[in-house]
């Protein structure tokens, strides 16, 4: 199976960009259900985030996609969510947990 990651990671610069659309449905969707799980559940911060990412990324791997190219994509989207936090903070963005 070949999935090209890098069309998955790069913003195309378009209105209707993937990454952005995706972005948003996991910053809108999928981060608040893994807090609610987390807190309905009474189970550690950051418990359902961290293991729901493996897990997610654990089905890449099923379907065929290299370890190493995996880590490469997540490398490079961590260092986006890096610069973001700080640009953020040097604008004066909201606090953590305000989202
Ligand atoms: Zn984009």
């Not at 990412?53 to 791997?61: C, I």
């Amino acid at each position: 199976m070949s999935v090209d990651l890098k069309e998955l990671t790069d913003h195309d610069h378009s209105d209707e960009c993937p990454v952005c659309r995706a972005q948003d449905i996991v910053q809108s969707a999928l981060l608040p259900a893994a807090s609610a799980w987390e807190a309905n559940d009474e189970l550690p911060h950051f418990s359902v985030a961290l293991q729901g990412a493996a897990e997610l990324l654990g089905v890449m791997l099923e379907e065929g996609i290299s370890r190493e190219d995996i880590e490469s994509a997540l490398g490079q989207l961590l260092d986006d969510i890096e610069q973001r936090i700080v640009e953020d903070q040097v604008m004066g963005g909201p606090p953590k947990g305000s989202a």
